[in-house]
């Protein structure tokens, strides 16, 4: 089977899907934190509870990610457009200036502020193209009562209600 549509069509095509924003978090090796920025994320499972994320080969932190057992997701929240571009960004200190705590299961750093937070247990890796699809089994979960933060055709914004007229 081979893709009949070209990469410019198929990704403004995905830029009109809406979607949340968030930041996955592991360490590396030696110990250090690493994450990156991931709109690819859904809910996989209720019973028992599991998501999914995608994760790019060619990221700075793709070895942690496939070494690590374990990975944090913050599902960020409206005004955080700053957080999430810094993780989407190569070669910088992403860590410099964000707030976070540390989680309670995993000890890895969650993004203060986010609307939501799960800690996560890899159960599957599996070759997604020029991806890896992370499958994690969801450790803890927790929510706020922060707005999320939505992404949609390149831009950041916030959800709003539409309202329904009475028939």
Sequence with gaps: MTATADQSSFRN??????????????????GVFVGFTASAFSSLSLNPPMLLVCLQKDAECYTAFMDNDAFAVSILAHGQSDIARRFATKNIDKWHGTPVTDGEISGLPLITGASAHCECWVTERVDGGDHTILVGLVERAEVSEHEPMVHYNRRFGYFVEEEVSPD
């Design 13 to 30: 095509a995905m830029a009109r899907f809406a979607s949340g924003v968030t930041v996955c978090t592991t360490r590396n090796s030696d």
